[in-house]
């Protein structure tokens, strides 16, 4: 299959580029795949209403198939064309929330596929708030089911190369979008319980959640290692986010853990491994390594969760081998960062 690139600037959607997200969307509705760009990452989108699409998506990105899709809505209104018993409190977390990176997870009604939830009696919805996304989703006809535009295990696009290069010749089009705005995957919250539950953390953070509802839980496996149960996401099961170098996070004092990470690069290197470095802009001078990066401010979590994914993905293209990252904060939208690299790393961390 020959897949057809398309640019488009979110900023400048023209008379042009509407006619071309028409066509995006008219290949939706024809039960082909389109991959676009949303504020958090870029989206594998399918018409999440027809069956034989959900199929095509998890073929395209080797996912399993118990692994639930996100069901994407332009219009506040077409929740409740696919939702059953959307609280109060669902309606007071989208009014302040969406458009934007939260996605709920709701009862499903009958118009949901089995194979869009992976054969759970709930859905997950969210409202991008993406300019070329929602007329994406209008186009298509409303229903967009879209995981990450990654081939699965691998760690999500935040720019367009990465999705030609995970799914060129498998998919219809790609609209790139350049950029995306926030780089980690939206926060899920499961609403079908009595207090709202997160399963898994985004931008948008507990605190921001527990400002509008109170009390809200979170899924303990979400920064555990070993926990026996598991996750209420089934994709958080899955080992995500990985590189193809040995990950490893080093946590401790500053100067602690640029000496350690510099003495570990020394071995690596002289058995001749190939090493990349995650760093900040505070600490970025300090080490020896042969590909440094620094991720963003350690004064600034909205920088280093822009750039987590694509340094990971820049190290597969280096071919690094062995990869050291410091260790951040999990406060606030630290927690969606660190739930990441953690995954990303096996857990594997050293403390020093
Ligand atoms: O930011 C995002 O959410 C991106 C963009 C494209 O919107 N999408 C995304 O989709 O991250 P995906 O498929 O990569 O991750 C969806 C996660 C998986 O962990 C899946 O198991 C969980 O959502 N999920 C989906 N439906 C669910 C359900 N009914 N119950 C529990 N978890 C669900
Ligand atoms: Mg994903």
Not at 68 to 83: F, G, N, R, T, W
Not at 121 to 143: C, D, N, Q, W, Y
């Amino acid at each position: 299959m020959k897949t057809e690139v398309i640019k488009i600037e979110e900023d400048s959607i023209g008379e042009d580029e509407q006619r071309a997200i028409e066509r995006a969307g008219m290949t939706i509705r024809q039960g082909g795949l389109v991959a676009f760009p949303t504020e958090t990452v870029y989206g594998l989108g399918g018409d999440a209403l027809n069956p034989a699409s959900s199929a095509k998506i998890y073929l395209a990105k080797g996912r399993p198939s118990d692994n639930p899709l996100i069901v994407h809505i332009a219009k506040m209104e077409d929740l409740y064309k696919i939702a059953d018993q959307v609280s109060l409190e669902a309606k007071h977390l989208a009014d302040i929330f969406w458009p934007g990176p939260l996605t709920m997870i709701f009862k499903k009604n009958k118009l949901v596929p089995a194979e869009t939830t992976g054969g759970l009696e709930t859905v997950a919805v969210r409202m991008p708030v993406h300019k070329t996304a929602l007329s994406f989703i209008e186009a298509a006809g409303g229903f967009v089911a879209a995981p990450s535009a990654n081939l699965s295990g691998k760690p999500s696009p935040t720019i367009a190369k990465y999705v030609i290069e995970d799914m060129d010749g498998k998919i219809d089009m790609i609209i790139d979008g350049g950029s995306v705005g926030i780089g980690l995957e939206s926060t899920i919250v499961d609403m079908t319980g009595d207090v709202p539950m997160i399963l898994r953390p985004g931008y948008i953070t507990r605190e921001m959640l527990e400002e509008v509802l109170g009390q809200i839980d979170i899924d303990n496996t979400i920064l555990s290692k070993d926990s026996k149960q598991a996750p209420k996401a089934p994709g958080m099961k899955y080992r995500h986010y990985a590189p193809k170098g040995e990950l490893k996070i080093v946590r401790g004092d500053v100067a602690a853990v640029s000496k350690k990470i510099n003495q570990l690069t020394k071995i690596d290197q002289e058995s001749g491994k190939k090493v990349g470095i995650i760093a900040t802009d505070e600490t970025q001078s300090t080490y020896i390594g042969d590909s440094i990066k620094s991720v963003g401010s350690k004064l600034d979590e909205a920088s280093i969760a822009q750039h987590l994914y694509l340094i990971l993905r820049e190290f597969d293209d280096e071919e690094v081998s062995a990869i050291y990252s410091e260790a951040f904060s999990d406060k606030g939208m630290g927690q969606a960062i660190m739930n990441r690299l953690l995954k990303a790393a096996g857990h594997q961390v050293i403390e020093v």
